[in-house]
């Protein structure tokens, strides 16, 4: 009679474990960006990552303008963890490798994920990349983050970008429901060595 009390509630507490484990995959992933006061501690934590672009599988936010998204990443995020003035000021710039915005990520404390914008204010999408290990969530991370995006308000923001094809600069902005790119010579407060 004990062994049978003790074999039904072996049975049961691996119920509930299997319960537990199968509705922890169907839980959101959590999304914290890295602010820019954050990068340096990212970059160490992360320093060894391969980075994939893999598993993050097209949906209805690569269908939208590149320039609405970020209205709406500075909704649901605020300001981008890197602009390209940061990068000139970093001394690492280099044209080919012009982007306009980054928003840097962790998803669930310990999986790293970067959002960029490589074709400026041009192109719908955005480009993906996380860490390889965990090519596998990446589905789910993206249905959510693409989720918590479109379902954020646009808000106003003012970018620049640079068209290394062109050898063109731009102000890139959103401001009272207006998006507007517009030629411009090279930002003053911006310093190219």
Known sequence: MVQAKRNLFTIFLLMILLTTAAQAQFEEPEIIKVGADEV???????????????????????????????????????????????????????????????????????????????????????????????????????????RLVTEAEPKEYTDYFYSPEDEQWYKVSYSNGVYKKEEIEKPSHLRLK
């Open 40 to 146: 340096a501690k990212f970059e160490s934590k992360f320093k060894t990552i391969k980075w994939t672009g893999q598993g993050f599988n097209p949906n209805s936010l690569d269908k939208m303008p590149a320039i609405e998204i970020r209205a709406h990443l500075q909704g649901a995020y605020g300001e981008p963890t890197r602009k390209i003035e940061d990068i000139v000021n970093s001394g690492t710039y280099r044209p080919g490798k012009a982007i306009q915005f980054e928003y840097w990520f962790i998803v669930d404390g310990e999986i790293p994920m970067m959002v960029l914008d490589m074709d400026g204010p041009f192109a719908d999408g955005l480009v993906y990349v996380g860490a390889s290990r965990y090519i596998d969530m990446m589905p789910q991370v993206k249905r959510t983050f693409t």
